[in-house]
């Protein structure tokens, strides 16, 4: 099927209200110029560098959302232009990420990144690092960052039962921190869901999903 069907065919398996992130990682930007043309906007990228180059030569009008790990001197490559960070996994990277977003004069929106995975290393905060980032104090200083919502991954696993305790440990979380409003906080996004996933994801109430390979094939 061609790339077009594949959104299609996702599209009408969705609820209006999830957002669909098309992950182009690996993909050449004729791939990504495919998926412009049949009317999408949001893309995911995991690496900075990859990201910034795709950037220059496709339309401005591309939502870029990074979402994988993201190196603190690293930043000031995507401040200018990013539209969501998901991976945001600390306070000193977001005190980064503020700094550049005051250098370029904007808001920069982020969701916190949460470890949700038990048997293998993977990047996140776990409960206790979370409640330490919303509750600090210095997070109140921060007028260039816009915290969003939170982001996890499940296990990379054939195990449903295990992904779907997952999710739904992710969003009890998430609606536990709903009652907390701040000038720079407010969760509205969850995102959660991947091509293997992603249904097991939406049942769980996420409202943002990042799938690649559901809509490309599978990675070179
Ligand atoms: C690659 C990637 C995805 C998409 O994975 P698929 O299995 O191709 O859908 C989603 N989220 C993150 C963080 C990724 O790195």
Partial sequence: MSIKENLQKIYSSLPPSVTLVAVTKTHPAEKLQELYEAGHRQFGENKVQEMVEK?????KDIQWHLIGHLQTNK???????????HSVDSLKLLQEI???GEKYNRVIDCLLQVYLAKEETKFGMDEEELEKV???????????????????MAS???NQEQ???EFRTLTKLFHSYEPIVKKNLKMEILSMGMSSDYEIAVKNG???IRVGSAIFGKRP
């Fill in 156 to 158: 990379n696993t054939d």
């Fill in 134 to 152: 919303i509750s600090s104090t210095a997070l109140e200083q921060l007028t260039h960052i816009h915290i969003r919502g939170l982001m996890g």
């Fill in 163 to 165: 992904i779907d305790q």
């Fill in 98 to 100: 503020n700094r550049q």
């Fill in 206 to 208: 996420s409202t943002m």
């Fill in 55 to 59: 950037y220059e030569v496709l339309p």
């Fill in 75 to 85: 930043v000031k490559y995507i401040a200018p232009f990013v539209a969501l960070i």
